[in-house]
């Protein structure tokens, strides 16, 4: 049976099955997308960016078509999904309005020549590795920027998101972009490793889990390949003692809640005064409990469904573990009765260095509270894990705020406002979180021949 199959999370219905890629396709695939690369990379930037405008325009008209899908795909609340149509719009067209003019060459200083110029040259065929947590968005920080650039395409889904996926290629199709130069594949993760052995694939961007992340770095070095990964996160969220407390615990909660808390940038661990912690603890706990969960499909719902049943579980254990190894279970934690991956939001303080919890990802809708004496002890908390994705401080003194976050070692730190990301703005982390940029120029920077033409003097 194939391995790619939309579940829906909310029924726990199978609903579609989708035939896999074979090898003699592995073969046809990396000859389509290596053979397409001259004729995409001479078709001229501004004709690119217009057909990326068009993608854009059609992600704005389907985005509640776009929405529903993945609803039923990875059970987002709606109205979360149809935003996220929109980001993955707005990203296509950052890229269509500004990628020619990054794309132009740029002379500098001759330094004793006639000229020394640098361009920018796109490399050539691409294998994309995208998970299923955003499916669009994080599809378009990888597609829209390397379409411009003039590389193409191999794009592997996550299994549960082959629906969207298609209509992903669909739309780029639609809007011009030839069908070789984006290519959407139904592969496992053995012809994924042989596709990035082989010669005529030149980069590959993985957005996933560690140990994915880990597999695809060591096949990629194993062959010299550029690699990109954007990887997991544990994010610190730290209040100091001059914040608004009712207000920055409404946020929190939203911000973890988010996504029924999988997002690799949520605020996992909230940092806070042991002055206000009674205070922080009490309306987190109370806004986790209240929480309506449910069908994603419905207005009302703040919390759909994990993405599977076995996402659920490893969640439901996670916290579990936690409790066995001394934590304190303030709110949920369990699994909800009836089918569906539904689990209740959970609050847990009390984790301490010795226990899983404070190292590990918990990919779901779980805060862990920390109550701290110091600036100082919240900064050393905040940056004790092996992640380093994001953090946020919080406080109405500005330069306060911005001092401490410049302390944090994590790749985008934020002041009152938490995971923020826009199309010109950098994403990813540091340490285990993974390494290289998407988003903005540094996105269109990674996949490139950064070319110096130098020309002497007579």
């Given at each position: 049976m194939s391995t790619y199959t939309t579940t829906n999370p909310t029924t726990g219905v199978t609903e579609r099955e989708f035939p896999s890629l074979d090898e003699t396709g592995v073969e046809q695939v990396l000859d389509r997308s290596a053979n397409a690369f001259a004729g995409w990379r001479a078709t001229p930037a501004n004709q690119r960016a217009s057909i990326l405008t068009r993608a854009a325009d059609a992600y704005d008209a389907r985005k509640e078509e776009l929405g529903r899908l993945i609803a039923a795909e990875m059970g987002k609340p709606l109205q979360e999904a149809i935003g996220e149509a929109e980001l993955a719009g707005a990203i296509f067209r950052w890229y269509a309005e500004n990628g020619p003019q990054l794309l132009q060459q740029e002379q500098l200083d001759p330094q004793g020549a006639a000229e020394s110029l640098v361009q920018t040259q796109p490399i050539g065929s691409l294998i994309g590795v995208m998970p299923w947590n955003y499916p669009y968005y994080q599809a378009a920080r990888f597609a829209a920027p390397n379409l411009m650039a003039g590389n193409t395409i191999i794009l592997k889904h996550a299994e549960i998101c082959a629906a969207s996926s298609e209509v992903m290629a669909?739309?780029?199709h639609t809007a011009g972009v030839p069908d070789d130069a984006y290519i959407n594949v139904f592969a496992s993760k053995e012809q994924i490793a042989d596709?990035?052995?082989?010669?005529?694939?030149?980069?590959?961007?993985?957005?996933?889990?560690?140990?994915?992340?880990?597999?695809?770095?060591?096949?990629?070095?194993?062959?010299?390949?550029?690699?990109v990964l954007e990887l997991g996160g544990s994010d610190p969220l730290i209040v100091l003692d001059d914040a608004d407390i009712d207000r920055v615990a409404r946020k929190a909660a939203k911000a973890r809640l988010s996504n029924t808390g999988q997002a690799c940038n949520s605020p996992k661990r909230m940092i806070v005064p042991n002055a206000h912690l009674d205070s922080f603890l009490s309306k987190i706990t109370t806004a986790f409990s209240e929480a309506r969960i449910g069908d994603p499909t419905d207005s009302e719902v703040q919390v759909g469904p994990l993405s599977s049943v076995v996402a659920r579980d490893n969640v439901v254990a996670q916290v579990r573990k936690a409790v066995e190894q001394g934590a304190r279970l303030h709110t949920g934690g369990q699994p909800l009765d009836g089918p569906g991956a539904f689990m209740q939001p959970a609050v847990l303080t009390g984790v301490t260095r010795d226990m899983d919890a404070y190292s590990e990802e918990i990919f779901g809708p779980v805060a862990v509270v920390y109550g701290v004496d110091s600036v100082d002890e919240a900064v050393e908390l905040a940056n004790d894990v092996g992640f380093g994705l994001s953090g946020s401080v919080w406080s109405p003194d500005i330069d306060r705020a911005q001092q401490v976050a410049d302390r944090l070692d994590v790749g985008m730190a934020y002041i009152n406002e938490h995971g923020t990301t826009l199309p010109g703005l950098p994403f990813g982390g540091v340490k285990r979180s993974g390494f290289g940029r998407e988003l903005g120029r540094w996105g269109m920077g990674e996949f490139v021949n950064t070319r110096l033409r130098r020309t002497a003097l007579k």
């Open positions: 669909e739309i780029l596709m990035i052995a082989d010669p005529r694939v030149r980069g590959i961007s993985l957005t996933g889990s560690e140990r994915a992340g880990s597999s695809v770095a060591e096949t990629a070095g194993r062959n010299l390949k550029k690699v």
